[in-house]
């Protein structure tokens, strides 16, 4: 039965959409789990996507990441913000706003195509070689979200600084990198559990060999680390982080897709 799933998104999945009978699933990922990629809700968000396809259905990006965040929050009760789910669904280059009256507005940053390039080319993503359970860390973070109120003020700040940055054809885009340092800063104060030895590590020693700034992707404690690096300095950084994984990636504008779609109505 359903109840014998040991997977929760797996389990919760299937019984949200009401799947009584047995099926074939198989799953590939390019990247380690738990290592703050949101690879948990891209993959809930794919096995939605692709039950709600079987049973005929075409559902629009908003209404896939508005059913996979339900599941994750309210079926599973995993303590996960809503990014994970919007970025899984629609794809894209974009600013997502989480208004107070629960709606969430998707916009893309509208770049040139050689400007959005420069800026891809001057990013690293290197694994720390930590997993972590995210819901965990992020526990904290919520129990210590009235005493962090001045730094997540602050970085709220840091998201209209960086799409001006990103977006004004004069600016400087290596000031993206100096902002994400700033944000590294107030980040690494909002759980104990944010980083360790290790990652402070990675992270100076990337600082030191060239890196203008980066941060910890996810809830924090472990995973993959964002480097903004010139080009002409990236080769240093990476001969110095030479024992960590590097992973070449490029943004993808598509989000979940069916690739085969074969129906079954029942």
Same mark, same amino acid.
């Given at each position: 039965s359903i109840d014998e799933i040991i997977h929760p998104s797996v389990r919760e999945t299937l019984r949200y959409m009401k799947v009584d009978y047995g099926l074939e699933l198989h799953h590939d990922g390019d990247i380690p789990a738990r290592s703050g990629m949101g690879s948990s809700s891209a993959?809930?968000?794919?096995?939605?996507?692709?039950?709600?396809? @079987? !049973? /005929?259905? &075409?559902?629009?990006?908003?209404?896939l990441f508005k059913?996979?965040?339900?599941?994750?929050q309210n079926l599973i009760k995993?303590?996960?913000?809503?990014?994970?789910?919007?970025?899984a669904a629609v794809g894209g280059f974009n600013?997502?706003?989480?208004?107070?009256?629960?709606?969430?507005?998707?916009?893309?940053v509208v770049m040139p195509a050689k400007r959005l390039a420069k800026f891809r080319q001057n990013?690293?993503?290197?694994?720390?070689?930590?997993?972590?359970i995210a819901s965990e860390i992020a526990k904290e973070q919520i129990d210590n979200t009235q005493k962090n109120l001045v730094s997540l003020h602050a @970085? !709220? /700040?840091? &998201?209209?600084?960086?799409?001006?940055?990103?977006t004004s054809p004069r600016a400087d885009l290596d000031d993206f990198g100096r902002l994400l340092d700033e944000t590294w800063r107030y980040k690494k104060?909002?759980?104990?559990?944010?980083?360790?030895?290790?990652?402070?590590?990675?992270?100076?020693?990337?600082?030191?060999?060239?890196?203008?700034?980066?941060?910890?992707?996810?809830?924090?404690?472990?995973?993959?680390?964002l480097f903004y690096v010139p080009r002409h300095e990236q080769q240093r950084v990476l001969k110095a982080l030479g024992k960590y994984l590097r992973i070449p990636f490029d943004f993808d504008f598509s989000g979940a897709e069916n690739i085969i779609y074969k129906p079954s109505y029942d």
């Open positions: 993959f809930t968000t794919c096995l939605l996507k692709t039950l709600m396809a @079987m !049973k /005929g259905r &075409v559902v629009s990006r908003e209404e059913k996979v965040i339900h599941i994750e995993e303590n996960v913000g809503s990014q994970d789910q919007v970025f600013q997502i706003d989480f208004l107070p009256n629960g709606r969430i507005v998707v916009s893309p990013l690293l993503l290197v694994f720390s070689g930590i997993s972590r @970085m !709220k /700040g840091f &998201v209209d600084e960086g799409y001006k940055i990103l104060c909002l759980s104990n559990q944010m980083t360790n030895g290790e990652i402070d590590y990675i992270y100076e020693t990337a600082m030191k060999n060239g890196a203008l700034g980066g941060k910890l992707l996810g809830a924090g404690g472990g995973g993959f680390l």
